[in-house]
């Protein structure tokens, strides 16, 4: 048993945990990152990388199957679930590699094992202990599940389990239409599954502009993709081929596996954390606006954490941001809290949902309704979208006689744009000032432009 002093210690080797790492090692700390599993986390390895990885397998799919319509003769032959995953997890695979590499070349010591608090600011791991100055806690999240709802991991499956499975099902049922369903729903339409995806709430990605909602609805119509908003799930049981779900009411609905997509919780329990003064609130580490928790020189990041007891953006780059706030701000630097409304938020489904700033309704509570105005501009009139055959629109939120508040986004590979409408909302912009920007002809950029010129009373491509 040895007892390792260093500047910073990191339990938790994800999206936030390594940001942390590595920033603090740029700015000259001495770091020990621990991590159970590996380093990367869940975006990289059961999360957002795999996952978009069968979206992209899907959108060659769909292509195969669609070519026709551009003049171009293939064949679809079917969905070869070993080749995906190969592919997949060469994308995770050389990611790995390559953040392994890198976390060493900045001289950040890697702990392997599972970490647990046994002081303020140190942490036992295989009978070793690391103390640090500071103690970052970014132990990330894990699937949830709904109270007597039990996971087999063979019918009855989380999202860990879906991108693992050696076939594709022949039918689905995802409980959940937010984020993950709904991307696990459209990629299994691709590859041919018959979903039914059931929400509980009015929408699907309720999170989102009611409007961006609704063309995802129009759209996963157009695709066949089933769902059943408003409706409360009650039970599920085995068959002999698969499940049978119960919603409340008395309706059932039969497929081969179920998908619990009902969203993630902190992982925060058995580490030591309470016992250490860490306050926990619903499982969550509750920190202020620079992620600083209730114990002295202890920070926490990610999906962990809820500032102020405020629910919280469960997003990988939302952990980047913070890990690079927090080494800066143990550092000494001057750093800004984080405007999280401010931060893009994107589904990758087809097609895809892409948002900034305040929704319509967001703004109207805020502001009034009286002092806010939209517009929307559909991708009909945009020449690049015409030629990817992608509908959806942009619609945008904004004060009267002030800056542009919210951009909603929906349409094939529109999350691409999102960066742009990022600096529109964070830095405040007017309409008129972005309606001078010239965007790239041809290019589906030209829609946030075209939105703007329509916003600041100039429309071009626009029907009156």
Not at 413 to 419: C, D, F, Q, S, Y
Request: with cysteine; charged share 20%.
């Amino acid at each position: 048993m040895s007892d390792n002093q260093s500047d910073l210690v990191i339990l938790g080797g994800g999206s936030g945990g390594y940001a942390a790492a590595l920033r603090a090692a740029e700015l000259g700390k001495s770091v020990v990152l621990i991590e159970k599993d590996k380093v990367g986390g869940t975006c990289l390895h059961r999360g957002c990388i795999p996952t978009k990885a069968l979206l992209h397998a899907g959108e060659i799919a769909d292509q195969a199957r669609e070519s026709e319509q551009f003049g171009v003769n293939a064949t679809f032959n079917g969905i070869d679930m070993s080749g995906v995953h190969k592919y997949k997890d060469g994308v995770i695979g050389k990611n790995h590699k390559g953040l392994v590499g890198l976390i060493k070349s900045r001289g950040i010591q890697i702990v392997e094992g599972e970490g647990r608090l046994t002081g303020p600011k140190t942490v036992s791991v295989n009978g070793d202990t690391y103390t640090g100055t500071n103690l970052v806690l970014a132990t990330g999240s894990y699937s949830r599940t709904l109270p007597g709802l039990e996971i087999d991991g063979q019918r009855v499956i989380t999202s860990e389990h879906a991108l693992v499975l050696d076939h594709v099902p022949s039918t689905a049922i995802v409980l959940g239409g937010g984020v993950i369903g709904v991307e696990f729903a459209s990629a299994w339409t691709s590859f041919g599954t018959e979903v039914t995806i059931v929400e509980a709430l009015p929408h699907l990605v309720p999170l989102e502009d009611e409007a961006n909602s609704k063309l995802l609805e129009r759209a996963f119509r157009r695709r066949k993709i089933g769902f059943k908003l408003g409706a409360r799930f009650e039970k599920v049981e085995h068959t002999d081929n698969g499940v049978r779900v119960h919603l409340e009411g008395g309706e059932t609905l039969e497929a081969e596996v179920l998908l619990v997509a009902v969203g993630r919780g902190p992982v925060s329990q058995g580490l030591g954390y309470e016992e250490q003064g860490v306050r926990i609130e619903r499982g969550f580490v509750i920190t202020d606006e620079f992620c600083r928790t209730s114990v002295d020189g202890v920070y926490a990041v990610g999906d962990l954490i809820s500032i102020g007891g405020a629910p919280h953006l469960q997003l990988a780059h939302v952990g980047f941001a913070e890990g690079i706030l927090v080494a800066e701000h143990i550092a000494g630097q001057p750093v800004v809290p984080i405007d999280y409304a401010g931060v893009p938020r994107i589904t990758y489904s087809a097609p895809e949902v892409a948002s900034v700033g305040l929704s319509e309704a967001a703004a109207a509570e805020k502001y009034g309704a009286d002092n806010i105005k939209t517009v929307t501009y559909d991708l009909s009139g945009n020449g690049r979208s015409a030629i990817l055959n992608a509908k959806g629109a942009v619609k945008l939120v904004a004060a009267k006689d002030g800056p542009v508040l919210g951009i909603h986004i929906v349409g094939e590979r529109v999350g691409e744009l999102i960066a742009e409408a990022q600096l529109i909302y964070n830095w405040e912009a007017l309409p008129s000032e972005v309606a001078q920007l010239i965007h790239p002809h041809p290019t589906q950029s030209e829609a946030i432009g075209e939105a703007h010129l329509l916003l600041a009373g100039k429309p071009l491509h626009v029907h009156d």
